[in-house]
């Protein structure tokens, strides 16, 4: 997969005389797709050594034509404890199946 992140920031105005600060709000552009052969080689590239064993699966899934497991459906049975500053990250093991869920407070803004 490949992400794409764009940010673009705005500047911050002072103005003296009723001494009051202006800003807007940064813009973040989010972009997905599958990565193609060439990304995946380059990402190999980038990684440390002991660590290119995920890259290598998903280059023999895309040279065989296949494509990846689903994605994992996931029903939350207590969403009412989840609060709207916590975020539920999933995690999967090596083999696709779901590994573990952590909740996480998000930053305050």
Same mark, same amino acid.
Not at 22 to 41: C, K, Q, V, Y
Not at 44 to 52: C, E, G, I, K, L
Not at 71 to 80: D, T
């Given at each position: ?7 673009? @920031?705005?500047? &911050? ?27 995946? *080689? @380059? ?7 002991? +660590?290119?064993?995920? &890259?290598?699966? *998903?280059?023999? *899934?895309?040279?065989?034509? +296949? ?15 989840? @609060? ?16 573990? @869920? &952590? ?7």
């Amino acid at each position: 997969m490949r992400v794409a992140v764009l940010t673009k @920031a705005y500047p &911050i105005f002072y103005t003296w005389h009723n001494r009051s600060v202006e800003h807007r709000a940064p813009e973040i552009t989010i972009s997905a797709g599958f990565a193609t052969e060439a990304e995946l *080689l @380059a990402a190999r590239s980038m990684v440390q050594p002991a +660590q290119p064993g995920q &890259i290598d699966v *998903l280059l023999k *899934l895309l040279r065989d034509g +296949q494509q990846p497991a689903a994605p994992i459906r996931v029903e939350l049975v207590n969403a009412n404890e989840l @609060a709207r500053d916590k975020v539920l990250v999933i995690k999967r093991a090596d083999d696709g199946k779901m590994s573990g @869920a &952590i909740v996480e407070h998000l930053p305050a803004v």
